[in-house]
T-cell receptor
Framework: AQTVTQSQPEMSVQEAETVTLSCTYD???????LFWYKQPPSRQMILVIR??????QNATENRFSVNFQKAAKSFSLKISDSQLGDTAMYFC???????????????FGKGTKLSVIP | NAGVTQTPKFRILKIGQSMTLQCTQD?????MYWYRQDPGMGLKLIYY???????DKGEVPNGYNVSRSTTEDFPLRLELAAPSQTSVYFC?????????FGNGTRLTVT
């Protein structure tokens, strides 16, 4: 079974500053995907970024980037130039590729509540 | 496209009552999922389906039932509601892509 650990229940950052959210995971699989999802107060689950384990290059999406350390089983999210709209819960999630073609049975961490302060 | 639609948005049940949470998707995705989210916790998989007529248990299936008679619909049934089922429920779908989530149903059992 896989586990995903987010060790920071809450974080805050000043607007325009940079913040890093931590995530570690435990698996015996070698091929998998990792995700960061954002959940604002509206309760929507929004995909922020995805990383394929077989890719060494860290994924980036505009102000969001990850630091993927496969050997250390670490997958942190960096948010640059933080904006008020980034205030949300952030969830790290894992899925092994063996789940089946097209199947995404994700395992989620408990989340980090991020507050962006004006 | 509407994506994944869940109804109702909110519901209060008394202990022992039953209800069905509805989920429909218009993206022709084969895979559909039900997750629950408890306060301070991440999402946990209740049931999933790999196609019409095929369902399987996730991590926390007890107290729930599902069916998948069509590709579009994946309802979740609570037969005898218990306070432990107070949660936010998310339906999602996928096919060779990250999950598309519905907006959730907040269920309170008192």
């Amino acid at each position: 079974a896989q586990t995903v650990t987010q060790s920071q229940p809450e974080m805050s950052v000043q607007e325009a500053e940079t913040v890093t959210l931590s995530c570690t995971y435990d698996t015996s699989e070698s091929n998998y995907y990792l995700f960061w999802y954002k959940q604002p107060p509206s309760r929507q689950m929004i995909l922020v970024i995805r990383q394929e384990a077989y890719k060494q290059q860290n994924a980036t999406e505009n102000r969001f980037s990850v630091n993927f350390q496969k050997a250390a089983k670490s997958f942190s999210l960096k948010i640059s130039d933080s904006q008020l709209g980034d205030t949300a819960m952030y969830f790290c999630a894992f899925v092994p590729l063996y789940s089946g073609a097209g199947s995404y049975q994700l395992t989620f961490g408990k989340g980090t509540k991020l507050s962006v302060i004006p | 496209n509407a994506g994944v639609t869940q109804t109702p948005k909110f519901r209060i049940l008394k202990i022992g009552q039953s209800m069905t949470l509805q989920c429909t998707q218009d993206m022709n995705h084969n895979y559909m999922y039900w997750y629950r989210q408890d306060p301070g916790m991440g999402l946990k998989l209740i049931y999933y389906s790999v196609g019409a007529g095929i369902t399987d248990k996730g991590e926390v299936p007890n107290g729930y039932n599902v069916s998948r008679s069509t590709t579009e619909d994946f309802p979740l049934r609570l037969e005898l509601a218990a306070p432990s089922q107070t949660s936010v429920y998310f339906c999602a779908s996928s096919h060779n892509s990250p999950l598309h989530f519905g907006n959730g149903t907040r269920l309170t059992v008192t």
